[in-house]
């Protein structure tokens, strides 16, 4: 594997990972989108390799430990042998409350509600994410502040008078923003990224 490291393989793991969201999301061919998830594939086998030659773990105990995972995070859909459960919950909420009170069992003790939201997530979804953990664990959701977000956009509302905003200021908008867009069932990550490729296409230049 040479100068190969999971280091080094970081970037383009997270730059596949998100070719696989943009495939999806532009409505490409199924052809196209089977490429790209050989792409994300490529990279867990090459992490997988770069592990088992120093004999800590191989591809086939990915696959193990993800099997095992998902089996006794979903005792609802699987028995503890891995056959099917005759019957299943009847409504997605019941499914949610199983899997978290099994993820919650599994976590050590002083785990905190956003345990495990990755820091390197673009910042938008982290939002999104930390506000679903906090909605689960019963915690106060932020609100859009009417107030900031007229202060903020003098092109539709008039400036007020104490003249500039601080970047704090406008974090609280955003998680805001985040928080309005979940409360309506919408993606603000996604709906970003949308925007941002219609405002590229909208001044692309041919060659």
Known sequence: MGALTHESLVEYLLEEAFEVAETIETGAAEAELQGELGDVLLQVVLHARLAQERDVFDFDDVVRSI????IRRNPHVF???GTL?????ATVAEIVQKWDAVKKAEKPAGAGVFEGVPLALPALARAQKSLDRAERAGLALPAVPPGKLAELMPELVPAADHGT????????LLFGLVAGARAQG???ERALRGAIREFQEGHHSPS
Do not use: H, I, N, V
């Open 79 to 81: 028995r503890s042998d």
């Open 85 to 89: 459960q005759d019957t299943f919950p």
């Open 186 to 188: 919408l993606d603000a």
């Open 67 to 70: 099997t095992g995972k998902m």
């Open 165 to 172: 905003y601080s970047e704090k200021e406008l974090g609280e």
